[in-house]
């Protein structure tokens, strides 16, 4: 080894590993018909450096449109109960109660609920690929692609987790080698669609493009992934010099998943969207209540004149560009506390029963082009408060939870209006 061609340390500790288990097995093994193994066979097409990356997009393609197809009656029995209770709800005596009972409590954390089929059929399919084995080569399969463009060999995983929840996958990064390739990992990893952003992309797709909605959703996640890539590939170029290296890891056996496996996982994700909806969803909600139907003129004034109103009003000129209008807006600011919330939100100011009467008033405000372009702003502007603190946590500065907020809110807005320029001039 030498100082112009160095070797990275994992590389030869894992070559002198497998050096000494193939020392004892010729000892042990001798050597007869050479047989290829099932696991040698699929490797041959998962692994391929060309045909993998094209059977793991159609994979990830496949996923999204399983988990719409398979959720969609459950959204509208879910739906249809939901209504049901704002009913109920808004036959009691005092006015002020009804309200914030159907309007804020059912309207807003019972409209999140609707979404919660198509992310626990999303888990289960996840969980499914992750018990046979696949996902791991996944990770080899795209890990050359992220080492070219400057990521980590191990920040896969990071990544992986983020469509989860940023919240883990900035955890994770501490698994990187060398400081400047964990803050890369780090900076990068809220870019991943996580599972909160789903019920924005459902809810507009179905508004727009009820017909593609599923590959629509997929290629929400396929550019969040192209512009981690990106970003990280300017990080590692502008600011961070951090050399990137390979990921070693063991490839396990392919193995038949078993449904009980899969469900208890798929709880065991599913489960924390739950805690959500019941705790700071639920505060949200009540307190998105609040400031739409209270104002400086006193409680249930019109909605424009609502502190909601005033406060989205006084932001959205920085907005008209991207043809966001204040009730949007307002939505999209409330959403720096959880992505769920600007749905949420948008139930709460419209007042509406169910996605169906939202996707209405949607339909009314904006065009498939802005629709896009607010898509692509929810994708990457900062994914929640919680990710922001864990930043500030693992790399135990502000200064770089600010620079995440900073450059996904510009980034957000700038892709959002480059989205209704070329949109407007194509359409």
């Not at 409590?105 to 289960?124: A, E, S, T």
């Not at 396929?222 to 890891?249: C, E, H, R, T």
Request: charged share 15%; hydrophobic share 55%; aromatic share 14%.
């Amino acid at each position: 080894m030498s100082k112009d061609n160095p070797i990275d340390p994992q590389i030869l500790l894992a070559e002198e590993r497998y050096k000494i288990i193939s020392d004892i097995i010729s000892e042990v093994y001798s050597k007869g018909e050479k047989h290829y193994s099932k696991t040698d066979l699929l490797d041959r097409v998962f692994l391929h450096p060309y045909l993998g990356i094209m059977i793991f997009l159609v994979v990830m393609w496949a996923m999204f449109h399983f988990t719409f197809e398979a959720s969609a009656v459950f959204m509208v029995i879910i739906e249809n109960i939901i209504e049901w209770l704002k009913g109920f709800a808004l036959q009691i005596p005092n006015p002020v109660i009804a309200s914030l009972i159907a309007e804020g409590i059912i309207g807003g954390v019972g409209f999140i609920l609707v979404f919660v089929p198509p992310i626990f059929f999303m888990y289960f399919t996840i969980s499914i690929l992750e018990d046979s084995g696949y996902l791991a080569r996944a990770a080899f399969v795209m890990d050359k692609i992220m080492v070219k463009m400057g990521l980590h060999g191990r920040s896969f995983i990071p990544l992986l987790l983020g469509f989860g929840c940023s919240v883990p996958g900035i955890m994770a990064a501490r698994t990187v080698d060398g400081r400047e390739n964990r803050l890369t990992t780090i900076l990068v990893t809220p870019l991943m669609s996580c599972s909160a952003r789903l019920p924005v992309y459902i809810m507009i797709a179905g508004a727009f493009f009820p017909l593609y909605q599923g590959t629509i959703v997929f290629l929400m996640y396929i550019i969040g992934i192209v512009f981690a890539i990106l970003m990280a590939l300017i990080f590692q170029k502008l600011i961070f010099k951090g050399k990137s290296s390979p990921f070693i890891m063991e490839l396990p056996e392919y193995q038949t998943p078993t449904f009980h496996g899969s469900v208890i996982h798929t709880w065991e994700r599913g489960v924390l969207f739950l805690k959500k909806a019941g705790t700071y969803l639920l505060f949200g909600a009540v307190l998105l209540w609040f400031i739409s139907k209270m104002g400086p003129g006193g409680y249930d004034v019109p909605i424009a004149e609502s502190y909601a109103g005033i406060l989205g009003n006084a932001i959205a000129p920085l907005f008209v560009p991207l043809g966001f209008d204040w009730t949007i807006v307002t939505a999209l600011i409330f959403g720096f506390f959880a992505k769920e919330i600007v749905v949420e939100s948008l139930s709460i100011i419209y007042s509406v029963n169910g996605a169906a009467a939202i996707r209405l008033q949607l339909l009314g405000l904006m065009t498939p082009v802005t629709a896009f372009a607010l898509m692509i702003f929810v994708l990457l502007y900062t994914p929640c408060i919680a990710a922001i603190g864990t930043i500030r946590k693992e790399t135990n500065s502000w200064k770089w939870a600010m620079v995440s907020v900073v450059y996904q809110v510009g980034l957000a807005y700038s892709m959002a209006f480059l989205v209704v320029a070329v949109g407007g001039l194509i359409f």
